[in-house]
């Protein structure tokens, strides 16, 4: 899986497909792609834009997202 960060490290075909996808989940065809799945997502407080994009999407794919706050991320002691 790549990452999309910049479109100009894709061509103009790979982009193209991207919309295309994009197009068939707007229409329904993945409706229930992920019917039965969890999704557990980390976010920075600061991210609520992307969080509430990524929780949409996983709803409207049938899924269910469970959020977990950042302070559950395991980080080093100093």
């Given at each position: 899986?790549r990452h999309?960060?910049r479109?100009?490290?894709?061509?103009?075909e790979?982009?193209?497909?991207i919309f295309?996808?994009a197009?068939?989940?707007k229409?329904?065809?993945y409706?229930?792609f992920?019917?039965?799945?969890t999704?557990?997502m980390?976010f920075p407080?600061?991210?609520?834009r992307?969080r509430?994009t990524?929780?949409?999407?996983?709803?409207?794919?049938?899924?269910?997202?469970?959020?977990?706050?950042p302070e559950a991320?395991?980080?080093k002691?100093?």
């Amino acid at each position: 899986m790549r990452h999309l960060i910049r479109l100009s490290d894709y061509t103009k075909e790979e982009v193209r497909e991207i919309f295309s996808i994009a197009d068939r989940v707007k229409h329904g065809r993945y409706k229930g792609f992920l019917e039965g799945k969890t999704i557990v997502m980390f976010f920075p407080t600061s991210s609520i834009r992307t969080r509430v994009t990524f929780e949409k999407g996983i709803h409207l794919l049938g899924g269910q997202s469970i959020l977990f706050p950042p302070e559950a991320l395991d980080k080093k002691k100093q």
